[in-house]
């Protein structure tokens, strides 16, 4: 038996062990992956496939990660689809559902594990007609100090699910939370699309590390 195979067999149950002695929130996130997938492939170590699936997840759009992850050798689309279906079932789970949004600051929290990324995401918050959050989504992930985002990409989950009205959010990497012409533009164009629609467009959030930048507490939800 080769070296990774010993390794995969070592490691594995180790993990288990530390999580019924622990509880699941005692592993790091690459030990989480390494429970779902089982096991590596001849060539790449579970740990080595792990770390690599963590770097996309962090870096991918929700839309693309099943084709991002099958890129990774040693993944198929079984296992791909193992990763997808957890994240799915955690974000159903997730602690942010019907939280009851009454003011920017309201929602930061639920937006600031995206702060610490070093691409722009842009997000999506979906509200009901309580002000409830109904979903919180990744729409699009750009470069370092810019993503491409389209009102279509915006509003078709929002139509989906019914939503009442949306909050949109993104990063800055740099640490400064001004908004770019560009952001601005992206603000107006959505606030024409949201008319359009007839589900506004309630905020424009964006955030850094330790602080954020709210377009409605700032007077900018215009479209002139």
Known sequence: MGRKGIEMKITKPNIRELVLKHGITFPSTEELIMLILGSGSGENSIKSISKKVSTILYDSAENEIVENLMKIKGMGSSK?????????????????????IKCPRDVVPFLKN?????????????????????????????????????????????????????????NHPSGNVEPSDEDIQTTKNLIKAAKLIGIPLLDHIIIDKNSYFSFLEHELLFTE
Do not use: W
């Open 80 to 100: 791909s689809l193992a990763i997808a279906a957890a994240i799915e079932l955690g974000r159903r789970r997730n602690c942010h559902k019907n939280a009851v």
């Open 114 to 170: 995206y702060s610490m990324r070093t691409k722009e995401h842009f997000i999506c918050v979906t509200l009901n007609g309580g002000h409830e959050i109904i979903q919180i989504r990744v729409v699009s992930v750009g470069t370092l100090n810019k993503t491409i985002v389209h009102p279509r990409e915006i509003f078709s989950d929002a139509l989906k699910e019914n939503a009442a009205s949306i909050i949109v959010c993104h």
